[in-house]
């Protein structure tokens, strides 16, 4: 009997073949739907993998219904979505999808930035409602890009290539990381910082942090209280990094400049979250990842972690590593 596999999201037809020869697929067929949890619930009794996305949750209770599950790949780099506890308690092996998302995450990153910082969709918006009539001297003016400093909080793949990136806008690129990274700094010509110093010193805070309970609001009310008036936040790691209520308040007040947002607490957000009012905010529904190529790499770093699991090998890209029984 072929081993089972369950996939909570449509993927491209491609995996699908790639998997069915060794394995019995079933997947939930919604594109743009999560699966219902009390269908996962059901279909995760009897199967041997499970394939997600950041969007399912796959929490204790979910995994405790499992009950030959061997691995959860997820078409991901974070994983804050798995109870990962849970998972290495009954030896359940859980990947994720690194590496292959860092330099297209890096275009979207600079890309919110730019957008960002010159009122890209703002002005979009100015023309086709037909407001502009004329040319006048500080018309929708923005912010200078080239030689600003740039701080980025969380220097892992994806911060060393918006480094890359701001290199070439001859940016001073300031970085505040868990570890100090010496090699790094040499090697790139960047500046290890505090947090404190970071905030105030920075024209745009890029965050690229992947989630967990010790950094939830890392930025809130007082962090903000720190950065320039005329400073930018991008948050491209995970919503939680951020207090929003306290984000909504700041831009408000005209405490910062503006933010750009590609990631959100709760996501989808909802349509009448208060960032989305303000003129100073662009927001992308979470599409860091989002070319074809990447998405495709994404996938198939998916499916491989789950034939080598399955099939007895060490997996690729392993959160955490059970040996294979």
């Known amino acids: 009997m072929k081993p089972k596999i369950y996939i909570t999201r449509m993927l491209p037809n491609e995996i699908i073949d790639k998997l069915s020869g060794d394995f019995d697929v079933r997947m939930w067929e919604e594109e743009d739907i999560p699966v219902p949890k009390e269908v996962l619930l059901k279909e995760i009794e009897d199967v041997d993998g499970l394939i997600c996305l950041f969007t399912e949750t796959i929490d204790e209770e979910v995994i405790k219904k499992a009950h030959n599950l061997k691995v959860i790949s997820n078409v991901a780099v974070g994983y804050n979505n798995i109870d990962i506890e849970a998972a290495a308690k009954r030896d359940i092996i859980v990947t994720n999808t690194p590496g292959v998302l860092t330099e297209t995450t890096a275009d979207l990153t600079f890309a919110l930035l730019m957008a960002t910082a010159r009122r890209v969709v703002e002005a979009s918006d100015y023309l086709r409602r037909g407001e502009w009539g004329s040319w006048s001297m500080m018309q929708l003016t923005g912010q200078d890009i080239y030689g600003a400093t740039m701080g980025i909080i969380g220097l ?153 699991v399955l099939k007895g090998n060490e997996p690729i890209t392993p959160v955490f590593l059970i040996k294979a029984q």
Request: with cysteine; glycine share 8%.
């Open 156 to 308: 892992g793949r994806i911060g060393e290539a918006l480094v890359k990136r701001a290199k070439g806008f001859d940016m001073k690129v300031l970085y505040h990381n868990r570890t100090r990274k010496l090699e790094k700094e040499q090697e790139l010509g960047i500046h290890y910082v505090e947090l404190k110093d970071l905030l105030e010193q920075s024209d745009y805070v890029c965050l690229l942090l992947p989630y967990s309970p010790e950094v939830h609001h890392l930025i809130g009310k007082e962090e903000l209280s720190l950065m320039k008036n005329d400073a930018i936040l991008i948050n491209s790691g995970r919503g939680g990094l951020v207090d929003e209520d306290a984000l909504f308040h700041a831009l408000k007040d005209g405490e910062i400049w503006a933010a750009g947002l590609d990631v959100f607490e709760q996501e989808p957000v909802p349509v009448d979250h208060p960032l989305l009012t303000l003129p100073n905010v662009v927001t992308l529904p979470h599409i860091g990842s989002a070319s074809v190529k990447t998405r495709m790499r994404m996938a198939h770093l998916a499916a491989d972690n789950m034939i080598n």
